[in-house]
């Protein structure tokens, strides 16, 4: 065959593919921004409280508080609860930067913990240690956990809950990448007291801009964080009763998800249906995700494990076939600049030390081919010869 003829099949495929979705849902899309164009309540208008409803009866959580990102999302719940200076939260080494730094920003200190080397999820052993060590070092106060939901797959609540309330701590989820994920018949953002998600862009469920949410069922709490998210406001816009946040969610951006909604159910079918194919093309020659049972993933990510000296070979080679990857993460938190005077240092959480460094992601979007799935499969399959 000519290269002419290959050319088509070699054109890069996308990470994500946010321009197809738009193509997709364009005229549903234009048609709701357009609406927010005309009746011009930019913020707080009545596209807000349509998407928190919606989504609220999507998840099944009593309560939805859009806001304006994952990061603060996570901030809302950590202010709304009160968690503060002399406060431990136990969070994950090996996420991204926001779950550790949100307890940072109001004075609490995140305690970094391991993560299962097959769902990279917290690690339950190694949490529970750490609680006890916290509460024999004496200086802190254990107050909860922030678990993130990994690349989609929900941790598992069930059993964290049982740590939870045996060392009298509140259990919070970090769902950016897992919204339209779930446990049985329950969905992300009712497995435990406050679920915070991120609606960036190339999350399962995005917007054109920043975005996020929390989901709880609690009604003080929900109340708290509607006031936090708007700098504290009372029952009157100018009566102020805590500090607060500039942490709105614009009525454009709800306008967008509001008009994608309907498609999302689909989308993580679609997601699923993707995994699927990759498992099959690659499972019993390189580690690929783990099925933990009754935990159903959002598919943020497609991350499979690769022997660490063949890495950045492997991201190389597949870039040339037009195959683009991604790393997430290089480096566990406890080990970046920013924090790692909080951490134990190299080989102190030695799981996350050595998925930092054999992770590898492959592309993850509704909109992939089978044709683009058998070509990155194909790509990888040259590296792990059967
Ligand atoms: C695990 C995790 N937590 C928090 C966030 C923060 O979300 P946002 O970017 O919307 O602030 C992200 C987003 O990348 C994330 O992946």
Same mark, same amino acid.
């Given at each position: 065959?000519?290269?002419?003829?290959? +050319?088509?099949?070699?054109?890069? #495929?996308?990470?994500?593919?946010?321009? *197809?979705?738009?193509?997709?849902?364009?005229?549903?899309? /234009?048609?709701?921004?357009?609406?927010?164009?005309?009746?011009?309540?930019?913020?707080?208008?009545? %596209?807000?409280?349509?998407? %928190?409803?919606?989504?609220? +009866?999507?998840?099944?959580?009593?309560?939805?508080?859009?806001?304006?990102?994952?990061?603060?999302?996570?901030?809302?719940?950590?202010? +709304?609860?009160?968690?503060?200076?002399?406060?431990?939260?136990?969070?994950?080494?090996?996420?991204?930067?926001?779950?550790?730094?949100?307890? =940072?920003?109001?004075?609490?200190?995140?305690?970094?913990?391991?993560? /299962?080397? /097959?769902?990279?999820? #917290?690690?339950?052993?190694?949490?529970?240690? $750490?609680?006890?060590?916290?509460?024999?070092?004496?200086?802190?106060?254990?107050?909860?956990?922030?678990?993130?939901?990994? &690349?989609?797959?929900?941790?598992?609540?069930?059993?964290?809950?049982?740590?939870?309330?045996?060392?009298? =701590?509140?259990?919070?989820?970090?769902?950016?990448?897992?919204?339209?994920?779930?446990?049985?018949?329950?969905?992300?953002?009712? =497995?435990?007291?406050?679920?915070?998600?991120? &609606?960036?862009?190339?999350?399962?469920?995005?917007?054109?801009?920043?975005?996020?949410?929390?989901?709880?069922?609690?009604?003080?709490?929900?109340?708290?964080?509607?006031?936090?998210?708007?700098?504290? $406001?009372?029952?009157?816009?100018? /009566?102020?009763?805590?500090?607060?946040?500039?942490?709105?969610?614009?009525?454009?951006?709800? *306008?967008?998800?509001?008009?994608?909604?309907?498609?999302?159910?689909?989308?993580?079918?679609?997601?699923?249906?993707?995994?699927?194919?990759?498992?099959?093309?690659?499972?019993?020659?390189?580690? !690929?995700?783990?099925?933990?049972?009754?935990?159903?993933? *959002?598919?943020?990510?497609?991350?499979?494990?690769?022997?660490?000296?063949?890495?950045?070979?492997?991201?190389?080679?597949? $870039?040339?076939?037009?195959?683009?990857?991604?790393?997430?993460?290089?480096?566990?938190?406890?080990?970046?600049?920013?924090?790692?005077?909080?951490?134990?240092?190299?080989?102190?959480?030695?799981?996350?030390?050595?998925?930092?460094?054999?992770?590898?992601?492959?592309?993850?979007?509704?909109?992939?081919?089978?044709?683009?799935? %058998?070509? !990155?499969?194909? *790509?990888?399959?040259? &590296?792990?010869?059967?």
């Amino acid at each position: 065959m000519s290269n002419a003829a290959l +050319a088509p099949e070699q054109d890069p #495929i996308a990470f994500v593919d946010l321009k *197809a979705q738009y193509q997709a849902y364009r005229p549903e899309i /234009d048609a709701a921004i357009q609406t927010v164009l005309d009746h011009a309540q930019f913020i707080n208008g009545p %596209e807000v409280a349509a998407l %928190e409803n919606a989504l609220s +009866a999507f998840s099944g959580a009593k309560h939805v508080v859009g806001c304006s990102s994952g990061t603060d999302a996570l901030l809302m719940i950590m202010m +709304a609860e009160g968690i503060g200076r002399g406060d431990a939260v136990f969070v994950p080494t090996f996420t991204f930067t926001a779950t550790a730094e949100v307890p =940072l920003l109001i004075g609490a200190t995140p305690i970094f913990v391991d993560v /299962d080397p /097959d769902d990279f999820n #917290i690690d339950l052993t190694d949490l529970e240690k $750490k609680i006890e060590a916290v509460r024999t070092e004496g200086t802190l106060v254990p107050r909860g956990i922030l678990a993130t939901d990994l &690349f989609g797959l929900p941790a598992d609540y069930a059993l964290l809950q049982d740590i939870a309330d045996r060392h009298d =701590l509140m259990l919070w989820a970090d769902a950016a990448q897992s919204f339209g994920g779930a446990i049985g018949p329950q969905k992300v953002g009712t =497995l435990c007291r406050a679920t915070a998600t991120s &609606f960036f862009p190339a999350k399962p469920f995005g917007c054109y801009g920043d975005g996020g949410a929390v989901f709880t069922d609690d009604d003080e709490l929900a109340a708290t964080m509607r006031s936090i998210r708007a700098h504290g $406001k009372g029952g009157a816009k100018y /009566d102020i009763v805590r500090v607060g946040l500039n942490a709105r969610l614009d009525t454009i951006q709800a *306008a967008i998800l509001l008009a994608k909604l309907p498609h999302f159910a689909d989308e993580v079918e679609r997601r699923e249906k993707v995994a699927q194919a990759y498992d099959k093309a690659l499972s019993g020659l390189l580690p !690929t995700p783990v099925r933990r049972q009754g935990r159903s993933s *959002a598919w943020a990510q497609y991350t499979v494990k690769v022997p660490s000296e063949k890495r950045s070979d492997i991201a190389a080679k597949l $870039k040339e076939a037009g195959v683009p990857t991604a790393v997430y993460y290089p480096m566990p938190m406890h080990l970046q600049t920013a924090y790692k005077d909080l951490g134990g240092g190299p080989g102190s959480l030695p799981t996350s030390e050595r998925l930092s460094q054999e992770v590898i992601s492959l592309p993850m979007h509704p909109f992939l081919t089978e044709a683009q799935i %058998e070509r !990155t499969s194909s *790509a990888m399959r040259g &590296f792990f010869p059967a």
